[in-house]
């Protein structure tokens, strides 16, 4: 579930479901009837929460493939045959995961020791894997999906005040230094300090000015 990990971190609004992916971990080597629980709820999850991001209702008595399908739809995907053959896949998988859960789950109904035993032999490391991995690979889809139309806000490189001392020289020059009592500071460090944007805007403005008119503007 590496990828679903990297995903959730890239998007940390949706890192508060890691903590099913570390239950779906712990489990797998231990009981993998809550493991499969698990993952069922963190497919679960996901698909109400692009549903209410995306402000569209849910019936509560809907089953995983209904609740799929209407998170699915609320992605936008327009209703070609393409789109809804994916849309009905992801919804089976779901669906099948519930199944699977049902079958082989201890908690929700009591058991005897017969459908105890028989239990374990319906989990097979395949079946089991697959239904996990396949699990991911839709929360992926749905993630990315829904991200895909909320983009990550561009993050501005960090400017370091020390690698522009070409531009601090240009400033400093026009508006010298400010003293405080027993304090000075340059004009481009307290630009600098006090608002980061304005330093950036006028750095950039400088750079975009040749090399040999710099010293002649005035201010």
Same mark, same amino acid.
Request: overall charge negative; proline content about 2%.
């Given at each position: 579930?590496?990828?679903?990990?990297?995903?959730?971190?890239? +998007?940390?609004?949706?890192?508060?479901?890691?903590?099913? =992916?570390?239950? *779906?971990e712990g489990? #797998?080597?231990?009981?993998?009837?809550?493991?499969i629980?698990?993952?069922?709820?963190?497919?679960?999850g996901?698909?109400?929460e692009?549903?209410?991001k995306?402000g569209?209702?849910?019936?509560?008595? %809907?089953?995983? %493939?209904?609740?799929?399908?209407?998170?699915?739809?609320?992605?936008?995907?327009?209703?070609?045959?393409? *789109?809804? $053959? =994916?849309?009905?896949? =992801? #919804?089976?998988?779901?669906?099948?995961?519930g199944n699977?859960r049902? &079958?082989?789950?201890?908690?929700? +109904?009591?058991?005897? !020791?017969?459908?105890? $035993?028989?239990?374990?032999?319906?989990? +097979?490391?395949?079946?089991?894997?697959?239904? !996990?991995? #396949?699990? %991911?690979?839709?929360?992926?889809?749905? =993630? &990315?999906?829904? &991200?895909?139309?909320?983009?990550?806000?561009? !993050?501005?490189?960090? *400017? @370091?005040?020390? &690698?522009?001392?070409?531009?601090?020289?240009?400033?400093?020059?026009?508006?010298?230094?400010?003293?405080?009592?027993?304090?000075?500071?340059? #004009?481009?460090?307290?630009?600098?300090?006090?608002?980061?944007?304005?330093?950036?805007?006028?750095?950039?403005?400088?750079?975009?000015?040749?090399? @040999?008119? %710099?010293?002649? !503007?005035?201010?």
């Open positions: 579930m590496q990828r679903l990990k990297s995903i959730l971190s890239k +998007h940390s609004n949706w890192e508060p479901y890691n903590e099913y =992916i570390v239950r *779906i489990f #797998a080597s231990t009981d993998f009837t809550l493991c629980e698990n993952a069922k709820a963190l497919l679960e996901i698909s109400k692009v549903c209410v995306k569209v209702a849910l019936d509560k008595n %809907s089953k995983m %493939s209904g609740l799929l399908k209407t998170a699915f739809k609320s992605l936008g995907y327009p209703s070609t045959s393409t *789109i809804l $053959q =994916i849309g009905t896949a =992801i #919804a089976n998988v779901g669906q099948q995961m699977f049902n &079958e082989i789950g201890t908690t929700a +109904h009591g058991k005897t !020791i017969e459908e105890l $035993q028989k239990r374990q032999s319906s989990i +097979h490391d395949l079946t089991g894997n697959f239904l !996990i991995e #396949a699990t %991911s690979i839709v929360c992926c889809f749905l =993630i &990315e999906a829904f &991200e895909t139309d909320q983009p990550l806000k561009v !993050i501005e490189d960090e *400017i @370091d005040y020390d &690698e522009n001392e070409s531009f601090n020289d240009f400033w400093d020059e026009q508006y010298g230094e400010f003293e405080m009592g027993d304090y000075s500071f340059f #004009a481009s460090e307290v630009l600098f300090s006090n608002d980061p944007k304005a330093y950036k805007n006028e750095l950039r403005a400088f750079n975009l000015i040749p090399k @040999d008119e %710099s010293n002649n !503007i005035e201010l």
